[in-house]
Each structure stands twice: as C-alpha cells, then as structure tokens.
C-alpha cells in the first residue's frame, strides 16, 4: 500500500548491498527526484543506464524507484536483465504496477516482496519507546503503524488528517481512477462495509441484501469485483477459509483484513468499540509480516480464527479481547482442542495474565508482538 516505507527500504538496502559489494557499480535513482524528473520515455531511462552501467560484464547493482513515472519501462528492465550483469531493484507506485500486472510486464521473471506498514514491534522501534509498552500499544489500535505518523509525534488531530488524505489517495488513484469506477458512492458503500466488518464472515450475497436494506441495488458481481480491485490495490487483503481436518479449501463466506487498522479510524470507526475485530486484524498482520500463509480454519462448525502455515511448520491462533468468562474460555481453547493434530496451537488475548491449558498456549498479544520474529 502507498507510504508503507518502500522507497525508505530500498535506500536501506541499497547502503547494505554498497558495504557488502564496495567494488562494484551502483546507480540508485529515484524517478520522482530532481534528476529523476529528465526521464520520462524509455529510450532516456535506458540512456541513463549505459552511461552508467558502461561495462555490460561488470558486476552492477541498480536501484530504481518510483519506476512506474517511465511508460514502458519494463522493456527497459527486460533489456537489462537480459544483457547486463546486473542485480535489479524496483519499486513503484499501485496505481500503475497492481499485482496482477506484475506478471504480464515483467514474464514471471522477478521476485516480489511484499511490503506491510509497521508492525508494533516496528512502531514502537521507531518511536524509541522502550519503557512500558501498553500506552503506545492503545496509541497503536487507533491510528496503526504507517511510519509518517512519526513526523506528527502521534497527535492525533493531524495524525488522524493525514491517514484520512492516505486513504482517499488509495481510493481515487489505485482504485477509482485506474478500474475506471463510474459509480463513486456504491463503491465507497462497498468499502465502508468491508472495513467495518474486518474479521467477520462474509459473503457478497449479504453485502447485496444490506445495501437493499439501505436503499441501493447492487450486482453480487460488481460486489466481487469492487472488493477485488481494493485487494489488488493492497487495501484490504482476502482470507480464504480452510477445512482444518480435509484441508481443502472452501469458496463461501471468506474474510476481509485491512491493510492498516489506522485506515478504519480514517472511516469514522472506533477501533476501541471493535477492539476485537481490530485485534484480530494486528495478529493477522503480524502472521503476514512473518512470513505465514493465513487462512480461516473450520473445525465442523467451530472458526479457527487463523491456520498460519510457513514451509512445513503450521500453528493455529486464536483471538480475544479478553478472557474474563468461562465461556470465552471454552469458546478459544475449545475449538483448538478439538483439532487432533500435534502443531502448535495458541490463545492470544489482551489479558495480563497468561493461562494457558491442555497444552495449549496463551500469550498477552503485546508479548506476541514484541517477540522477535526471527527468533
């Protein structure tokens, strides 16, 4: 998604592979610089890069951002994937480079590297608070973990400005400009819907039969792909279901996850009053941001919250607010009980204190985000 730290990154890693790789050549450009601003067709990227890369066989390093200012430029790329000795960095703005496209420009021959905003370990990294972490973990359920919020000290008036310009540029140019939507309102309808029920099950039909309710017809159709084009945006991202003892993989009634939670209180939504909902985003994220496949587990008809998958390692994690009744407790630890199987399995809740059962273990979700996830 747009200002998650992409352009940020790749100066980081273009200063790591420059230590590691001292002799050998380098250009970074920025197409949205003051030099990069001369280059605006293909045959003057291109031109820029033989002047620089004048030696096809040397080892080179070239880092390109914002690379979707020059039309075309994947002919470039491809040019000099094919005849110079050259590691190859993009990045580049949705609008113009959705992930669907990313196959048809580049043939399959690239790796792609999804890059999420902040993690709270991240978040609370950036903002150098290392003391108690609850205060800014509530600062976090509010306003997310995009890293601009850093130049606004958290306050949250312009913080909450900011996120609200973020997402209508989100929605108008990576959405509504770029599938060419007509019919503004309905779409924005569909958003606000899917937002507001992060981590529900849902189906298009029921999004159908609400916006009837208020009024307004919509095709099961142009609710598929409404919601499509927001996931090929990065803006919301969809979660399938799983049969957790046929693992297969079921077609109805999937999840939606937001990008950010901060994006929700953009859309007017109190992400104190959905605190669960919302808790259940940041873990799902956390599960993406460490590199698991997430879906939505049914156990009969018991939901897993997520069966997180990574090579050959699976856990399943379970999401509460709080585990103050008996029967919260029966519902998150119960369902996992029920699975026969020997992965590890997880409660993560907001209480202080953990109490894990059966074998089952229970973690305060701030500890669970704070683990390093490398360790």
């Given at each position: ?36 601003l001369a280059i605006r067709t293909a045959a003057q990227l291109l ?155 849902f189906s298009a039909q029921s999004v159908t039969r609400y916006l ?58 109190d992400n104190r009053t959905d605190i669960e909902l919302v808790l ?96």
């Amino acid at each position: 998604i747009r200002r998650c730290g992409k352009s940020t990154l790749l100066g980081m890693l273009a200063d790591e592979v420059a230590a590691k790789h001292p002799e050998a050549t380098m250009v970074r450009l920025n197409l949205e610089s003051h030099e990069g601003l001369a280059i605006r067709t293909a045959a003057q990227l291109l031109d820029h890069l033989v002047t620089h890369l004048p030696d096809k066989r040397a080892r080179g390093f070239v880092f390109l951002d914002e690379i979707q200012q020059v039309p075309a430029w994947e002919d470039v790329v491809n040019a000099l994937r094919v005849d110079w000795n050259a590691d190859i960095y993009l990045t580049g703005s949705n609008s113009t480079m959705l992930a669907s496209q990313l196959n048809t420009r580049l043939a399959g021959r690239y790796v792609e590297f999804p890059i999420r905003p902040l993690s709270f370990r991240e978040f609370r990294d950036l903002h150098d608070a290392h003391g108690n972490p609850q205060p800014l973990f509530q600062q976090y359920l509010t306003l997310g973990g995009f890293p601009m919020l850093k130049y606004f000290g958290l306050d949250p008036q312009p913080s909450l400005q900011y996120l609200d310009a973020l997402l209508d540029t989100v929605v108008i140019r990576d959405v509504l400009e770029h599938f060419a939507i007509r019919d503004v309102d309905m779409f924005r309808r569909i958003l606000r819907y899917c937002i507001c029920n992060i981590g529900r099950t849902f189906s298009a039909q029921s999004v159908t039969r609400y916006l009837k309710s208020e009024g307004r017809t919509v095709s099961v159709d142009t609710v598929l792909n409404y919601l499509g084009h927001c996931a090929e945006a990065y803006l919301v991202e969809k979660v399938p279901r799983l049969d957790v003892v046929g693992k297969q993989t079921l077609r109805a009634d999937e999840k939606y996850y937001v990008a950010d939670h901060g994006l929700r209180t953009a859309l007017g939504f109190d992400n104190r009053t959905d605190i669960e909902l919302v808790l259940e985003n940041v873990v799902y994220s956390e599960l993406r941001s460490r590199g698991y496949d997430v879906h939505v587990g049914w156990r009969g008809a018991k939901e897993v919250d997520f069966v997180a998958s990574r090579g050959e390692e699976i856990q399943y994690v379970q999401v509460a607010y709080l585990l103050a009744e008996e029967a919260t407790v029966e519902r998150e630890f119960g369902v996992l009980e029920d699975i026969a199987d020997n992965h590890p399995k997880l409660v993560v809740s907001m209480d202080p204190i953990e109490r894990g059962r059966g074998g089952i273990a229970h973690r305060n979700i701030v500890d669970f985000l704070l683990e390093d996830p490398l360790g």
